[in-house]
């Protein structure tokens, strides 16, 4: 069978089985979600193993160690693996929510019902975990679900797959509630790409890349987990030693993730207090600073900050930094530079913060925090698929609710319309 | 200047724009709306007279008359536009409410924020009604506008864009506010279809060839209003008189609506007495039948259903006609042929009532009472700009709220992740 028809009939599957889970109960979904953790469990053996070759593979081809040390899925992971399902069995479920009701003059009642899209086409790096995290998320919200995972991690996606469709299977989940697709030809993802009468939405899970190639494939609408040029503006009513705080926790907690800061703008007039506090403590925690031509004079160290360092996400000790002359100033950089991800304030001005928070094109603006909380459990949404910075369908952690649409429902007693 | 230029110019202009409309209160926007409906009424005259040149032009080429009733604006017409604007100031600002609001134990105050989706880029047939209606739902719900109409109606809606345009710089809006691609060119569309960096959603409003053209070409997410392949189902527990009077409506109270009924369904218990009164009220209502094998025995007038009929939106008095032996079935063929828009049951049967809304795949669903009635005005929501029926963003009317997201505002006190 070529990859098309590989690709073709595990879409049809899926889309088979995403009307039979629509009609689920919370109760019998969460059954099949119990049953895979203790499958998992019971055959941490085999996925071990199959992960071992994936591992070996990975040697074999001289790929990094955090790249191999990503795609491991060993006890520690598998337990990993386990509680991530019982978190979301303790998640409240989506479907069939009524989020408003009213009823019409002439009385028709109308209803507005969360319902799940149907079947979720997810394509991600070579992450097993990532089977397991899916595969929760898009069951307890009643969807189907197609994955494609990066070819590095093939054996233990499809020994991990294999242990989940036996314990839906076992719960009375319809055969496609999860399938993989097993033939690891790239030519796959461009194939589900334009399955459009089969995949409701497309979840790319990986780098720019991957971003940017279903960005101009996809015939499917897909929710974006982009880039992440995240912005702390420290304002002229900021408490400086708040302002430095938070701003170092922006930068140097974890700077690999999405929601840290790469660009700090502070306003001229805090600047000469501010910077040189700042200074000391990046450079403590070990932040390469890149700062334009005005904030070099108060942090002489640093490099200079080219045009483009603005637009780069470093993920890394790197920070830029860039004097303003006003909020609007701020604003504009922010709007002009930034991936509408996660941007802060830091002030102890009330308006300041109205202002920045309406005017800022972001998913998240933080005002006197860290950027860093941008997390679906941090925000007490629990697991997520990743952040959205798109602004169509969801923005911020994509978590269960946006694995749903709202449709109408409306009752009637042989209503026409005149 | 070139087509590309134009239109890049135009989509600048309306996103250094989108940023001051964000800001603005409700009062700003709706003063800019009366400023609008007041000179659109001082300057009937050279509206009219552009629309005679419009169809002046539209006679030359032989156009139908059908096509030119719908691209007049006479003193009637700019009577409806005037009434439009006025009808969505008086509807609710959706921008800046806030939705949801909790604070986490740390302290955090997490709130949920409608905001402006920023610019929104309109591609619409020639009916310059559109260039009223669009300016003032986007106004109103904080975005900018781009507008690109068809080329039959470019004197008219130049006419309209110019004068809304003095009336929003009268009322201290920015320049960008509303944008009109003045450039005919037909490469104009894909242009746009591409600046991803200042476009924010693309709304088409048009013919399948056009929708079609825009989910290949489009870079920017989409808000489809697509084909409204819409379904009746009379259950075996339908109460018969109800039923005839609700599909007749259906499909003939005005056929050329996306919500009309193109196919109905019938359980085959109900159809020996069901199907020859609703033939007798069909062909008083000139409706050609078109029925399957089954439902012939009992309608012996009606022509032969072919398989593509059931694909088919007619926007006709032609309908489709087809025997079911369960609900299962029902809805199987209604997720399979339909179109996900509106699709209703006629059943006294709660439980029946109840898994059909669960597992029809519709936009909307109706218990008992016309597919007519899915529509922002029936459904309250005020003017929309069509009805939507993908899944992704909204389903159903595509009014104020649609043209708003969300985004979450965290406030903190100093917080940082530990």
Redesign the interface.
């Known amino acids: 069978m070529g990859i098309a028809e590989h690709v073709t009939e595990k879409a049809k599957s899926a889309k088979a089985a995403s ?1 039979m889970l ?2 689920l109960s919370t109760g019998e979904k969460n059954r099949a979600l119990e049953a895979a953790a203790g499958l998992l469990d019971k055959n941490r053996k085999s996925i071990i193993e199959a992960n071992i070759k994936d591992i070996e593979a990975c040697r074999e081809k001289g790929l990094k160690d955090s790249f191999i040390d990503r795609l491991a899925a060993g006890d520690k992971q598998i337990d990993t693996m386990i509680k991530s399902l019982r978190d979301v069995i303790a998640l409240p479920d989506p479907a ?1 929510e009524i989020t408003g009701q ?1 009823e ?1 003059p002439n009385g ?1 009642k ?1 209803r507005k ?1 969360r ?1 799940p ?2 079947v979720i086409g997810m394509i991600f790096e070579s992450r097993p975990n990532v089977c397991v995290e899916a595969s929760s998320l898009a069951i307890k919200s009643g969807n189907s679900l197609l994955l494609r995972g990066g070819s590095d991690s093939i054996n233990s996606n499809i020994s991990i797959i294999k242990i989940i469709k036996e314990a839906f299977r076992s719960a009375g989940l319809p055969e496609g509630a999860v399938e993989l697709v097993e033939d690891t030809d790239r030519k796959g993802v461009e194939i589900m790409l334009g399955l459009k009468g089969y995949i ?2 497309i979840i790319p899970r990986g780098g720019k890349g991957l971003v940017d190639l279903i ?2 494939k996809s ?1 499917i ?1 897909v ?1 974006y987990h982009d880039a992440g040029i995240c912005h702390t503006y420290v304002d002229k009513a900021a ?1 400086i030693d ?1 302002a430095v ?2 701003c170092v ?1 922006a930068k140097a ?1 974890r700077p690999s993730t999405c929601n840290a800061m790469e660009t700090m703008l502070v306003h001229k007039d805090i600047a000469p207090e501010f910077l040189p506090k700042a200074e000391k403590v990046f450079v403590a925690a070990k932040v390469s600073l890149k700062a334009d031509k005005e904030s070099k004079v108060f942090i002489p160290s640093a490099q200079d900050a080219a045009e483009d360092d603005y637009r780069t996400e470093y993920n890394d000790y790197i920070l830029n930094i860039k004097m303003v002359g006003s909020i609007e100033e701020a ?2 950089h922010i ?1 002009t530079y930034g991936s509408r991800h996660s941007d802060a304030i830091i002030t102890g001005d009330k308006k300041a ?1 109205e ?1 920045f ?3 800022a ?10 950027t ?3 997390d679906g459990f ?3 949404l629990g697991a997520e698929m990743g952040i959205s910075n ?4 969801v ?2 952690p994509l978590a269960l609710v946006g694995l749903t ?13 005149e």
């Not at 094109?361 to 860290?370: E, K, L, T, Y």
């Not at 429902?409 to 042989?414: E, F, P, Q, R």
Request: charged share 25%; net charge positive.
């Open positions: 009307y629509a009609a069939g009213w019409r028709l109308i019902m319902v899209l149907g409701d939405v960005a101009e015939r609408p929710i408490d708040m705080k938070v926790n907690q604003l504009a709007n913060a202002k928070v309406k005017e094109d972001s998913a998240a603006c933080f005002v006197n925090a860290s860093r909380f941008h941090e925000f007490g798109q602004k169509l369908h923005r911020g649409s709202e449709k109408y429902v409306v009752t009637g007693a042989g209503h026409i319309r």
